[in-house]
Nanobody
Framework: QVQLVESGGGLVQPGGSLRLSCASS????????MGWYRQAPGKQRELVAS????????YADFVKGRGIIYREGTPKNTVWLQMNSLSPEDTAVYFC?????????WGQGTQVTVSS
């Protein structure tokens, strides 16, 4: 069983930054890819950023230029998402995801609220 534990969410002022962490109970290089998704109230879950085992990174258009996804393997086995220039539209629950073959694992999510 894979466990993904997110942290780093909270209340942020507009224009501020945050860094989300996703700690994996499994070696992150065992996964085909890992990523961050978000889900705002009343909206579908959407991809924010992903990184595959080879290091190829993808960003959603809304985070390009202000978001960075990066990782560190054993012993930390953690993927981070750094987001800058936050706006109220970034308010959502952010989820960590890991995929291996046909299996997909999710963390419990961490709430990010951008408000003054």
């Amino acid at each position: 069983q894979v466990q993904l534990v997110e942290s780093g969410g909270g209340l942020v002022q507009p224009g501020g930054s945050l860094r989300l962490s996703c700690a994996s109970s499994r070696n992150i290089f065992a996964f085909n890819a890992m990523g961050w998704y978000r889900q705002a109230p009343g909206k579908q879950r959407e991809l924010v950023a992903s990184i595959n085992v080879g290091g190829v990174i993808s960003y959603a258009d809304f985070v390009k230029g202000r978001g960075i996804i990066y990782r560190e393997g054993t012993p930390k086995n953690t993927v981070w998402l750094q987001m800058n220039s936050l706006s109220p539209e970034d308010t959502a629950v952010y989820f960590c995801n890991a995929r291996i073959l046909r299996e997909s694992y999710w963390g419990q999510g961490t709430q990010v609220t951008v408000s003054s």
